[in-house]
């Protein structure tokens, strides 16, 4: 048998992970002989997608990556965290990944503060302290946001109201103009008279 790196397995084959074979490559299930649990190379992987959040805005992952399983995507989330959180803690602690997978499916949600290596050693209660005020953070860091984007609409709104142009946008996306008020206008139950 060719001798091969047992993390690029070539394409149209089964990949021996038994410990014997030492990363070899089996010809065939035929061959599978060792006992070993076989990995076909040829399925695809589910592809996950990470979105980092800081409170304001979301940085979206749209290629996503491939993961043979749920735990490995998890691991890669603490490293994207660690990685972001490096001599950042106090400013980053707050943030938060999503990991979804291809359905759009929510599968976890990781707080920054959770994978922050500078408060490990501290005493659980002030670990906890720590987080709580992370995740409080992050609550207000999102109303900022939504506050802020309710001011724009409001002066969308004034400017079209005395027929002045107005743009803005919001984290590159633009600001869109609250629905007419004939479009806001709930229709009339019939079954209720109407006011005069």
């Known amino acids: 048998m060719a001798q091969a790196n047992r993390n690029e397995p070539s394409r149209g084959r089964l990949a021996c992970n038994s410990r014997r074979d030492m990363g070899e490559f089996c010809k065939g299930a035929a061959r599978l002989g060792c006992g070993c649990r076989a990995l076909n190379v040829d399925a695809t992987m589910p592809r996950y997608f990470f979105t980092v959040h800081d409170g304001l805005r979301d940085y979206p992952d749209a290629e996503g990556i491939e993961f043979a399983t749920v735990r490995a995507a998890e691991r890669y989330a603490w490293h994207v965290a660690r990685d972001l959180l490096f001599r950042r803690e106090a400013k980053r602690r707050h943030w938060l990944v999503t990991v979804r997978d291809e359905t759009d499916r929510l599968l976890f949600a990781l707080p920054f503060s959770a994978a922050d290596p500078t408060i490990r050693r501290l005493p659980r209660p002030t670990k906890k302290l720590i987080q709580h005020i992370s995740r409080r953070r992050f ?37 869109d103009d609250p629905p007419s008020a004939s479009a806001r206008r709930q229709p009339r139950d019939p079954a209720k008279p109407a006011r005069r």
């Open 139 to 175: 609550a207000l860091a999102q109303a900022i946001a939504e506050a802020k984007g309710g001011v724009y609409s409001a002066r969308a709104t004034i400017a079209r109201i005395k027929g002045k142009p107005y743009l803005a946008a919001r984290n590159g996306q633009s600001v």
